[in-house]
């Protein structure tokens, strides 16, 4: 692999601190409140930096979607592979979105933030859905590996939209929705589909 220039390096480090000051901003305000010169400022540099790197608000936004989801998909399917059991397979699938959840609540707060605001824009929400199915067609992919079978986009589409409900009702009411109950839900899901979640090596 070539090794990257210096140059590289200095332009990936300013995209990923645009991108963390991004975050804080959105997070703290919101998406509609934060002005692109507000990010520039966060991060330390000029609005000019923003532009060389990104066309815009918009695309902070989805780039920070990106970053986000293909790490938790990059994660999911290693925790997938090294799994011995159904049961830990979904241990694990379980743990990484309560990590998320607990530890870095505002990425749900962001999601749900851009998601209102895609609604208004018509642009705007093809994209968002277009990421989105991206991440459900991963999560299907690797069911369809375990269960070849079952119907596992509608599984995987089930399975997403438990996890982001019981996360919003979990942020609402953290006593009385505990985000550790996610587990035993996708273990009702995927045993009701017909999929393997024993504890019994395969």
Not at 6 to 22: M, V
Not at 45 to 58: D, L, R
Not at 79 to 102: M, N, P, S, Y
Not at 134 to 146: N, P, V, W
Request: with cysteine.
């Amino acid at each position: 692999m070539d090794r990257l220039t210096k140059r590289q390096e200095r332009q990936q480090e300013t995209r990923q601190a645009l991108l963390d000051a991004a975050e804080r901003c959105f997070a703290a305000r919101g998406y509609d409140a934060v002005s692109v010169p507000e990010i520039a400022k966060e991060a330390g540099f000029t609005t000019g930096a923003v532009y060389s790197n990104f066309s815009g608000k918009e695309a902070l936004f989805l780039a920070l979607m990106e970053r986000a989801m293909g790490g938790e998909a990059a994660r999911r399917a290693q925790a997938i592979a090294e799994a011995k059991t159904g049961r830990e397979r979904v241990r694990l699938v379980a743990d990484l979105w309560i990590h998320v959840v607990q530890e870095r609540p505002e990425a749900m707060i962001l999601l749900l933030d851009f998601w209102s605001y895609s609604r208004r824009d018509p642009a705007l929400r093809e994209e968002f859905a277009r990421r989105m199915a991206i991440t459900r067609g991963g999560l299907g992919a690797l069911i369809a590996a375990d269960a070849p079978d079952a119907p596992s986009l509608e599984i995987a589409e089930a399975g997403y939209a438990m996890a982001h409900g019981l996360a919003l009702h979990h942020l609402a009411d953290p006593q009385g929705v505990p985000i550790e109950h996610l587990e035993q839900a996708l273990v009702w899901l995927f045993s009701g589909a017909g999929l393997d979640v024993s504890d019994s090596v395969g």
